[in-house]
């Protein structure tokens, strides 16, 4: 089983940046896709932003992000902390919502299992 906890939200004026954390845990032999949502008030969850790696000896992968946030957000990790980070900027009310980590690990047996933080509030006030 896998656990995830996030950290880093809060509330931040219109312009400002807040980096979030979210660090693995558990039983897992490595981690391919981390990956961060986010559900704003009366919204679906929605896809933010993707990192895949297949090479996991080095912090870097494959990225993807919402056309929203690109040019704004940079995801990046550090599998030696089993950990992904989202580090937004230039922030807009729009932005506010709970954001969630997820992450895609593989087991010692190769069985992928699929993996949701508990969630973290951003603000964003004008």
């Known amino acids: 089983q896998v656990q995830l906890v996030e950290s880093g939200g809060g509330l931040v004026q219109a312009g400002g940046s807040l980096r979030l954390s979210c660090a693995a845990s558990?039983?897992?032999?490595?981690?391919?896709?981390m990956a961060w949502y986010r559900q704003g008030p009366g919204k679906q969850r929605e896809s933010v932003a993707v990192?895949?790696?297949?090479?996991?000896?080095?912090?870097?992968?494959?990225?993807k992000y919402a056309d929203s946030v690109k040019d704004r957000f940079t995801i990046s990790r550090d599998n030696g902390k089993n950990t992904v980070y989202l580090q937004m900027n230039s922030l807009k009310p729009e932005d506010t919502g709970v954001y969630y980590c997820?992450?895609?690990?593989?087991?010692?047996?190769?069985?992928?299992?699929?993996?949701w933080g508990q969630g973290t509030q951003v603000t964003v006030s004008s």
């Open positions: 997820n992450m895609e690990t593989y087991d010692l047996s190769g069985t992928r299992h699929n993996a």
């Open positions: 558990g039983r897992f032999l490595w981690i391919k896709e």
């Open positions: 990192i895949n790696s297949s090479d996991t000896s080095i912090n870097d992968g494959s990225t």
